[in-house]
């Protein structure tokens, strides 16, 4: 089992950038996949990014695609998340998720069993 910290959320305007960390504690392998997925009021949590620890093709939700750039690293057992051209529709609660075996998919949370507490982002217009 992994432990998982998110931090760098906060406030922000329409255009602005910021960088969410996930911590985690625990064994992290460099297949382990590291995941952000977020949700809104009202709505269902959906899923945002994800790569390997170690690298290797990126998977993004189109609504974040040429934004959002997702990066792991196993040696500092870290995952981060970049957004940039931050939009209003950003806002919600993000959340970070390790994938350590092959049930569900790389893009959908039943493929991920450990997940952080959740870090709020807003977006201001």
């Known amino acids: 089992q992994v432990q998982l910290v998110e931090s760098g959320g906060g406030s922000a305007q329409a255009g602005d950038s910021l960088r969410l960390s996930c911590a985690a504690a625990?064994?992290?392998?460099?297949?382990?996949?590291i995941g952000w997925f977020r949700q809104a009021p009202g709505k269902e949590r959906e899923f945002v990014a994800s790569i390997r620890y170690s690298g290797g093709t990126a998977y993004y939700a189109d609504s974040v695609k040429g934004r959002f750039i997702i990066s792991g690293d196993t040696a500092k057992k870290a995952g981060y998340l970049e957004m940039n051209s931050l939009k209003p529709e950003d806002t919600a609660v993000y959340y970070c998720?390790?994938?350590?075996?092959?049930?569900?998919?790389?893009?959908?949370?039943?493929?991920?069993?450990?997940w952080g507490q959740g870090t709020q982002v807003t977006v201001s217009s």
């Open positions: 625990g064994r992290i392998f460099n297949s382990f996949f």
């Open positions: 998720a390790v994938r350590s075996s092959n049930i569900g998919t790389a893009t959908s949370p039943q493929g991920y069993a450990d």
